[in-house]
């Protein structure tokens, strides 16, 4: 293998990964970003984890703020996923504008979103990210489809047929 690095971020393009944003609130002010490495960790207690890069805002304010909110986006929400991936912040710097968001104390839930509200119980630095492990505090469970990302494009998630 020539380049480990670049043949890791080939193969990992081929993984798909539900597209979730990440939302908190509180000192360090209101946030929220896509992230795309987020998975359930433990049921007893109720746990989660999401990977935000180490130098960004995002890891910051959660860390500031020790609370966020996992919104796991319906498969319809790719605008929502390119507003929070800062697609728009030139145009519209504030991500939440005009979004009808239910506020927790966590951080916001999205419109349609499937959230997990947690309480930051610890994080892990790792090479360029920081693992961020949280209790989770509160669910809605919406029941939406999620979207998906795979090889630089949105999917959607459908049952293979027999």
């Known amino acids: 293998m020539s380049n480990p690095r670049e043949a890791f971020i ?4 081929q993984v798909a990964a539900t597209v979730t ?5 509180g000192p360090a002010g209101q946030m929220g970003a896509t992230v795309s490495a987020f998975t359930s960790l433990s049921a007893d207690p109720p746990s989660v984890l999401v990977c935000l890069k180490a130098d960004s805002r995002i890891a ?14 319906p498969e319809d929400a790719e605008q929502t996923a390119h507003r929070f991936a800062g697609a728009f912040d ?15 104390q966590e951080g916001p839930i999205l419109p349609r979103a ?4 947690c309480s930051l ?12 492990i949280g209790n989770v505090t509160g669910i809605s469970n919406t029941g939406e489809k999620p979207l998906t990302y795979m090889s630089g494009e949105f999917h959607i998630v459908r049952p293979k047929a027999d």
């Open 90 to 104: 030139r145009e519209n710097p504030n991500r939440f504008t005009g979004l009808e968001i239910t506020d927790t």
């Open 21 to 25: 944003v990440v939302t908190t609130d």
């Open 114 to 117: 499937t959230a997990f509200t």
């Open 121 to 132: 119980n610890h994080i892990v630095t790792h090479g360029s990210h920081a693992i961020c």
């Open 10 to 13: 080939t193969a990992m393009r």
């Open 60 to 73: 910051g304010a959660v860390r500031d703020n020790g609370v966020f909110c996992v919104n796991i986006l």
